[in-house]
C-alpha cells in the first residue's frame, strides 16, 4: 500500500469514514467527506489516508460513485468543452465554475448527514477547483478570480460549457472640436432607436457621436459586438469641449482580441476624427475605472458668449454679486423629460468678464459640478435663482458655450 501524507483523525473523524465505507464513492467523494482537514492535500490523499488508518483498501478509482456520478471521472472532457468553447477568443486569465442537478446536491448533503461529517467540501467547490487546474494546465492561462479574461460555466445536466467574455476597458481624454455632436449614440425619439421615416431608417437623432467615432476602430481591432461609453459628465451637443479634454472609459463588450496596438489604433482614430475629435493619454483600463470617472465630480471652466444689452459695469457688478450667493437651479426645462424634477444648490466659484461689444459680450466662469450654466446666464423661465439675468435686469441669451476645463487633477 503507498504511503500518503499524514492528517489527523480522531474517533469522531474514523467513525464518519467507516460509515462512508458503507456507500459506493469514489476516491475523490469519499475524500471531500474530509475536505477541510489535511491541509494542502487532495482528496483522493485524504481517502487513502482514510483507508490506512483503517487498515481496509483504499477506494477504487473504477468504483461507481452513489454521489457525483462519475463526473469526477471525466474532468478531461470537460476540459475539451472549455477549450472548444473558448475557441477564438483570446484571454490570458480565466475562472470557471459549474452548474449542477439539484436533485445531486440534494443527495451530496444528505450523505454528509448520514456519515456525520462535519468537515465536507462541496462537489460544486472541488468541481470547479480541480476543473480550473487542469484548464491551467492545458492552457497556460491563469485560472483565478481576479480580472478574469473569460468566465467557463460547466452545465453538468446540459454537457456544454458557456462561455461569457469579459469586457474590455480603455480610458482616456476627448476633445470634441463639432458643434454638432452628442457624447453618446442619441437613439431618435420617435421610434426609439428602430428606424423610422424621421430618422431615415437610421434609428438615431443625430448621424454620429463622440463614442461612436471614438469606439470604431477600437471595435474592429478587438472584433467586439458593442460599446458602453462612460464619460466624466457631458457637455451639451452644440458645446465644444476643449483644454485637456474630458475623461472618458470605453468598454467594450465581448471582444475577441484584447491584445491591441493601442498606439495604432490611436492613429487611425485620428485620421478618421480629424478636426471633430482628438484622443489623448489613451492606455488601459479596469472596470473600477469606470465608478471612478463617473463618480467624480470635479470643478469645471467655461468660456460663454452672452447676447444682450448691458453696461459692462452692470455686467461685473452682478458678476460680484453672483459670486457670494449660492444658486437654486430647478432641473431644466430641456431636460426635465429625463431627470427628476428637484431643486440643486451649486455655486460659481470664478466669474469674470473678458470681452464685450455692442449688444455682446464674453466670460469665463469656473462652477462647482453639475451647474446648468446656459440656465444660470438665462434664468430658464425663473427655474435658476438668482440667474445672471436676474441680476442684470435684463434679457439675455447664451450665444455659444466652450468647456475651457475639467479639474479632475487638482488636489
Not at 471595435?219 to 479634454?245: C, N, P, S, V, W
Not at 458678476?319 to 431627470?339: S, W, Y
Not at 468678464?353 to 440656465?375: D, H, S
Amino acid at each position: 500500500m503507498t504511503d500518503a501524507p499524514l492528517f489527523s483523525l480522531d474517533e469522531r473523524s474514523l467513525a464518519s469514514a467507516r460509515r462512508a465505507l458503507e456507500r459506493p464513492l469514489c476516491p475523490e467523494c469519499f475524500g471531500r467527506l474530509f475536505g477541510r482537514l489535511g491541509h494542502g492535500l487532495s482528496n483522493p490523499e485524504r481517502a487513502l489516508r482514510c483507508a490506512q488508518a483503517l487498515g481496509v483498501e483504499p477506494v477504487s478509482p473504477e468504483a461507481g460513485c452513489s454521489l457525483c456520478d462519475g463526473v469526477f471521472g471525466r474532468l478531461d472532457r470537460w476540459v475539451d468543452r472549455a477549450v472548444r468553447a473558448a475557441e477564438g477568443v483570446e484571454w490570458h486569465r480565466f475562472t470557471c465554475g459549474s452548474r449542477w442537478d439539484p436533485e445531486l446536491l440534494a443527495r451530496e448533503e444528505a450523505r454528509w448527514s448520514e456519515v456525520d461529517t462535519g468537515w465536507g467540501e462541496s462537489a460544486r467547490s472541488a468541481f470547479n477547483r480541480e476543473l480550473g487546474k487542469r484548464i491551467e494546465a492545458r492552457t497556460g492561462a491563469a485560472g483565478g478570480p481576479e480580472r478574469p479574461d473569460i468566465v467557463l460555466l460547466a452545465d453538468l445536466p446540459v454537457g456544454l460549457v458557456e462561455i461569457t467574455i469579459q469586457p474590455l476597458y480603455l480610458q482616456g481624454r476627448y476633445r470634441k472640436l463639432d458643434r454638432t455632436l452628442p457624447q453618446t449614440r442619441w437613439p431618435c425619439r420617435r421610434c426609439r432607436g428602430q428606424g423610422c421615416d424621421s430618422c431615415g431608417g437610421t434609428g438615431k437623432t443625430y448621424p454620429t457621436s463622440v463614442e461612436e467615432i471614438i469606439a470604431g476602430p477600437f471595435l474592429k481591432a478587438a472584433r467586439a459586438e458593442g460599446t458602453r461609453f462612460h464619460g466624466m459628465g457631458r457637455e451639451d451637443i452644440d458645446a465644444r469641449m476643449l483644454g485637456h479634454g474630458r475623461p472618458f472609459v470605453l468598454e467594450l463588450l465581448r471582444p475577441r482580441v484584447r491584445s491591441l496596438d493601442l498606439e495604432g489604433v490611436g492613429q487611425e482614430l485620428a485620421r478618421e476624427a480629424a478636426g471633430r475629435v482628438e484622443v489623448v493619454d489613451l492606455r488601459p483600463a479596469e472596470g473600477p475605472d469606470v465608478v471612478r470617472v463617473k463618480e467624480a465630480a470635479p470643478q469645471k471652466s467655461y468660456r460663454v458668449g452672452v447676447i444682450g444689452e448691458v453696461p459692462v459695469a452692470k455686467v461685473n457688478e452682478a458678476l460680484n454679486l453672483a459670486l457670494d450667493r449660492a444658486i437654486a437651479q430647478r432641473t431644466p426645462t430641456r431636460v426635465a423629460h429625463r431627470r427628476s424634477d428637484r431643486v440643486r444648490t451649486r455655486r460659481v466659484v470664478t466669474a469674470r468678464l473678458v470681452e464685450a461689444a455692442e449688444g455682446r459680450f464674453t466670460l469665463e466662469l469656473r462652477t462647482e459640478a453639475g451647474t446648468y450654466v446656459k440656465e444660470w446666464v438665462e434664468g430658464d423661465g425663473g427655474r435658476t435663482q438668482p440667474s445672471l439675468a436676474s441680476l442684470v435686469g435684463a434679457p439675455l441669451k447664451v450665444e455659444y458655450l466652450d468647456v475651457l476645463e475639467i479639474h479632475d487633477t487638482e488636489t
